[in-house]
DNA sequence: CTGAAAGCGCTTACAG
DNA sequence: CTGAAAGCGCTTACAG
């Protein structure tokens, strides 16, 4: 009668007397460039097939000091900037064996309190979007060597890395853009207003067009979410003198923007008025849209934030580095081109 | 001179010294409900505090063989429901103090080889939605005791538990819906042909058309993504005789063919085509697409999900589950109500 | 190339 | 309630 065996985990010592090697000579098959025959390999690698073996990464972790685990703390998954983010950055570290551990903050601008004990998972690093860390998570992660790097989202807090897009740049393009399709009245609607992201947006879409003459501009936050940023149109809609141009920090906001005016207020975009997004995600280019944006690839980010995640891995005693990705006006036709 | 300690690992040993305690008592301190005094409790918190400590979650892991990780398997995170399981699952998790392990799925209907390796990371479980597991993966799982949960897909594989929709019957009442609105000519947009669940979602909205009469319904696949489903819908609506009704297995798919049908055609909806969705994203209720669709939300079957994934994990021997969580057609302005 | 041994940071009987 | 000790599954000098 046979043991039934099922439940128990099958460790390196199984795999050894399986295969007739020492535990050590298991651990060498499972590591790349181990000092190891191929010979002995080979057999270790037979006996591990045979009785199921999986290696214990965790195990590993206690000594190697690395856990092949990378802490993604995201919000607003809804908005399809950041699906694309958790999609890209889970595709990149796949080339180099890790995994996200995702912390799906709530929205708002303080920190998770959940986040705090990310290091408790021993993670190799942490990257934030759309959400912060507190101060004081940002020493422990200090103390404990752990990098951090926020996407798109400067940082209050010295000692965060940061990989953004080419914020002040975007804003006056796209200001520019704006005033060579003959629009008067200009509107913003940012993401949060602690956003430094947002700000910067904004002054450099308020530079342009302070050289142009123009001072005034409508400013209302949407929170990086649609329901919110419908209100803000209806706000600036409402008012005396509604805008005939409005960038949005975001192309989801500025789908709200498009579907608000058009179904509830029966304009017309571009006609009546244009709407700018930024990003450019995906649904951008949907015919419903088809949304002049300032293209700014969750990939391109993500790409840097790795790549910047394995020099501070690499060199801990690097400093916080600000990297910015470029990216690109994309017209399409959401915006008028030529004086109305 | 002080001795530079900041990146030393500060372990329960550094604070058993400190705190003049024996280590166990500090482990004693960080579990919850084990027999250690009030007093000695504090001191050890206190200098935790001090010292920056952290317990180390994965060493925990070798000896109570629980990692508080759940590996998610997912893929389609531009679409928007898939995206809500994601937030849904991190939120209801850290009730529990778990956590999810990414695992982001190349689209299609073949498994992911990357998941293979999920139990290096001894997880605590396997939640799979958007995606399968590989017959192998399968056996692996079971015999190393780690359940799997398949969110709204049911599983070909036995031994898979799975959380869904009425899919069946969701079809049925969508199907009467629409030829109570007076429809004449019906497709549908189904996710993969692979897809049990986009399979019997047709079933049911068959079912109900033949009872009344109708035996042809036309049918596409989408592909649960948005170009793909525009494609679908094109050529619906080039066909001789097209649709006044589709019928598509997820509200994203649905985006398109309104999106198609209104830009692309010039067809009013639902004038001149109905169209219904599946799941009730958020996205669904905005005035741009205001679409019909049966709701199934994400939160309900994440719940239910994690309910039987903890079953699972109490009793171990418990036979694969099949699960179905209620929902309801909501009647929006996306599909005709009166004979046209 | 190989094996025996120490040690990574924890939990948990065991004895007091 | 407390501490000393064993052991979870690994990697990595060390000696051969």
């Known amino acids: 009668m046979k043991k039934d065996t099922s439940r128990k985990t099958i460790t390196e010592s199984d795999v050894a007397k399986h295969a007739g090697v020492s535990q050590s000579a298991v651990s060498r098959a499972f590591t790349p460039g181990a000092s190891i025959s191929p010979k002995t390999r080979e057999k270790v690698i037979k006996a591990a097939e045979e009785l199921g073996y999986h290696p214990n990464l965790l195990a590993r972790s206690l000594v190697t000091n ?34 996200i551990l995702l912390f799906s903050a709530p929205d708002g601008n303080q920190p998770d309190p959940d986040l705090e004990k990310v290091l408790r998972y021993q993670v190799d690093a942490l990257i934030l979007t759309g959400t912060k860390a507190s101060p004081d998570l940002k020493d422990q992660c200090r103390k404990a060597g752990v990098p951090i790097v926020q996407i798109n989202r400067k940082s209050d807090l010295s000692g965060i890395s940061t990989v953004c897009g080419e914020d002040f740049e975007a804003g006056q393009i796209i200001a520019q853009h704006l005033l060579d399709g003959g629009h008067k009245r200009f509107a913003y609607i940012g993401g949060t207003e602690g956003s430094n992201t947002s700000r910067i947006r904004e002054e450099g879409f308020r530079d342009a067009l302070a050289k142009a003459g123009i001072k005034d501009v409508m400013v209302r936050y949407g929170a990086n979410k649609f329901e919110a940023a419908a209100i803000a149109v209806r706000e600036l809609l409402d008012s005396k003198m509604p805008p005939d141009a409005i960038f949005c920090a975001s192309d989801y906001m500025a789908f709200a923007a498009m579907d608000v005016a058009r ?16 990003n450019d995600v995906p649904d951008a280019s949907h015919a ?19 790549k910047l995640v394995d020099e501070l891995i690499e060199n801990p005693s690097k400093r916080a580095q600000r990297r910015e990705v470029p990216g690109e006006l994309i017209i399409r036709t959401s915006s008028r081109q030529k004086a109305a």
Chains 1, 2 share one sequence.
């Open 66 to 99: 690395r856990s092949n685990i990378i802490a993604l703390a995201i919000s607003y998954l809804e908005n399809p900037f950041y699906a694309q983010v958790v999609r890209e950055l889970s595709q990149k570290l796949r080339e180099s064996d890790r995994h």
């Open 263 to 278: 179904n509830e207020y029966g304009l017309k975009v571009p006609e009546d008025v244009s709407v700018v997004g930024f």
């Open 288 to 306: 419903a849209y088809n949304l002049t944006t300032y293209s700014q690839p969750a990939g391109a980010l993500v790409d840097e934030a790795v």
